[in-house]
């Protein structure tokens, strides 16, 4: 008695649909060309990718919690900003835009900016009762090989005027510093270890020292004094520094 003929058929996964849907797609291109690269295509039929701009904001006002972004009525942080949180560069289109500061649903700051296409942007929420944005733009032309871009920031909204010290040499980087006060970067050559600390102007006293960091050459870097000077039964919102380093995008 005959038996009938196992017939094998072929094995079909996810895969292998993608990549004949894949070849089927491809199969109309010249020498791998995509289709709106061929010879008489219309070139309007190519995807026209949206002028962008990256934007950053970092959550510095010790008297706000569960914070929103809105640009032009779209809320473009992830999830909320407490104090401390950052939320990372932001693929935003360019043009005129109205930044607003957003409290559970409740608009309490807003400004009007525009944004340039390809530029990055770091934006600070600062302040305590009344909050309000600094908008700072990056830039990375023509820094010295061997050298990083640094500025400071005063963010503090009860701290004196304040120096920012490099240690070992003694060097003050930044002199008399006020709140909200936004210097230009300086350059710096890079090196291994840099100490550096915050002293208030007005006395020369330690107000916060920062650990050894290294800097790396190339680099922007905003060293930022935030929190309250005043004692606070809250730690979480004393006095403190942070080094926020940007590179290009």
């Known amino acids: 008695m005959c038996r009938p003929t196992k017939m094998k058929y072929p094995t079909w996964t996810a895969n292998t649909v993608a990549t004949l849907s894949l070849s089927f797609l491809l199969s109309g291109c010249i020498d791998g060309e995509l289709p709106w690269k061929k010879k008489g295509a219309d070139p309007s039929s190519a995807p ?37 949180q950052q939320e990372k560069y932001m693929r935003i289109p360019s043009g005129n835009k109205t930044l607003t500061l957003s409290l559970s649903g409740h608009d309490v700051a807003a400004l009007p900016i525009a944004l340039v296409k390809e530029t990055q942007y770091s934006i600070f929420v600062v302040g305590d009762a009344e909050p309000s944005f600094m908008v700072m733009p990056v830039t990375y032309d023509n820094i010295t090989p061997g050298y990083i871009r640094i500025t400071f920031l005063n963010l503090s909204p009860d701290a004196p005027d304040v120096n920012l010290v490099e240690d070992v040499s003694n060097t003050v980087l930044f002199e ?11 350059e710096i050559p890079a090196q291994s270890s840099y100490d550096l600390t915050i002293r208030s102007a007005a006395d020369n006293s330690i107000l916060v020292q920062i650990p050894a960091k290294r800097l790396y050459a190339g680099w922007n870097y905003t060293v930022m004094l935030r929190g309250y000077h005043a004692q606070s039964a809250d730690p979480s919102v004393a006095l403190a520094a942070e080094i926020l380093s940007e590179v290009q995008r």
Do not use: H, R
């Open 48 to 84: 026209v990718e949206e002028p962008v701009a990256f934007v950053s904001v970092y959550q510095a006002s010790p008297g706000v919690s569960n914070a929103d972004l809105v640009i032009d009525g779209e809320t473009v942080n992830s999830s909320p900003l407490n104090y401390g």
């Open 176 to 186: 008399k510093m006020s709140f909200k006060e936004a210097p230009d970067f300086v």
